[in-house]
């Protein structure tokens, strides 16, 4: 761990802490296939393994989802976020892409990490301009969507009294509010990056710990390495472009609809009595309320 704080230490003389831009992505017979155009934005610095535990459904309190997400990033703020298993996804299809086709065995081995993951979001900061914060997910049946809009302001009260230990970093806490939602993290200037998971930024110091105060969403640093390789985004060439507004209303409607209304939206794709047709909402928690 000193080793990556000596190395942030080092790059960091030459290089100002951007409040930059933010992305959101979602990455997705012949022995090669097709593969998805993706752009390298930046060469990591640091990779960060969170903990991503939150409650799918507010009458049930005591049931807990986990998802485990990594944030990869370079010194200068620039980073993505997203689920590990699209991550290892992404990694393989672009480490083994040969002039825009995959090999079929390395697609295969793609797509065993992609059905790990559970969540089509991408966060990307800091890319392309600073200060914008740019949105892209693949919200079911409706498509891939894309916003633009300024990055968040949390509002950020940091109190430098409060200390504790974090994956053997010791952190400050702050508290803010977003969406609908207040919440307490814990942030190191051991690693002086205005980072964090998801939309969490804003900082002297990289967040590595952060929950919801009314205790349905908690991140947790995992592991810190030092980072390796290059920071990639799948194209947006394929997205929709919207507004936040539309973009969250859009992602509610699919994570809400009833197993009748997917069927429905496939029509003739999918016949099978065995997938349940019940007309029954399914529960959504967005950590976005607004």
Not at 23 to 46: F, H, L
Not at 127 to 137: G, I, K, M
Not at 224 to 239: F, K, W, Y
Request: hydrophobic share 30%; net charge positive.
């Amino acid at each position: 761990m000193k080793n990556i704080i000596l190395f942030i230490s080092l790059v960091c003389l030459c290089t100002n802490v951007a409040h930059g831009q933010y992305i959101v992505a979602v990455g997705g017979g012949d022995p090669e296939m097709n593969a998805s155009k993706r752009d390298t934005i930046a060469q990591c610095d640091v990779q960060v393994k969170y903990e991503l535990k939150f409650i799918p459904d507010t009458m049930k309190r005591d049931k807990y989802k986990t998802q485990t997400m990594v944030l990869r990033m370079n010194t200068k703020g620039v980073s993505v976020y997203q689920e590990y298993g699209k991550y290892r996804s992404d990694s393989v299809s672009a480490a083994r892409t040969r002039n825009g086709k995959i090999r079929l065995s390395d697609q295969n081995e793609a797509i065993k990490y992609q059905t790990q993951a559970r969540d089509n979001i991408t966060i990307a900061k800091s890319w392309p301009e600073n200060n914008q914060l740019l949105v892209r997910e693949l919200i079911g049946l409706d498509g891939t969507f894309t916003y633009t809009e300024e990055k968040p302001d949390f509002g950020w009260q940091v109190d430098f009294s409060q200390t504790k230990e974090v994956a053997g970093y010791n952190c400050h806490s702050a508290k803010g509010s977003y969406a609908g939602r207040d919440y307490q993290v814990w942030f190191t200037t051991d690693i002086p990056i205005s980072d964090g998971p998801w939309f969490f930024c804003g900082l002297p110091g990289l967040i590595l710990e952060a929950s919801s105060l009314d205790e349905e969403f908690f991140y947790t640093c995992m592991s810190i390495q030092q980072g390796t390789g290059p920071v990639t985004l799948r194209s947006l060439d394929d997205a929709f472009k919207t507004t936040r507004e539309k973009f969250l209303k859009a992602k509610r409607k699919n994570k809400e609809a009833s197993s009748a209304e997917r069927m429905k939206a496939f029509g003739d794709k999918i016949q099978s009595s065995n997938i349940s047709t019940n007309n029954r909402k399914r529960v959504y928690n967005p950590q976005e309320k607004y």
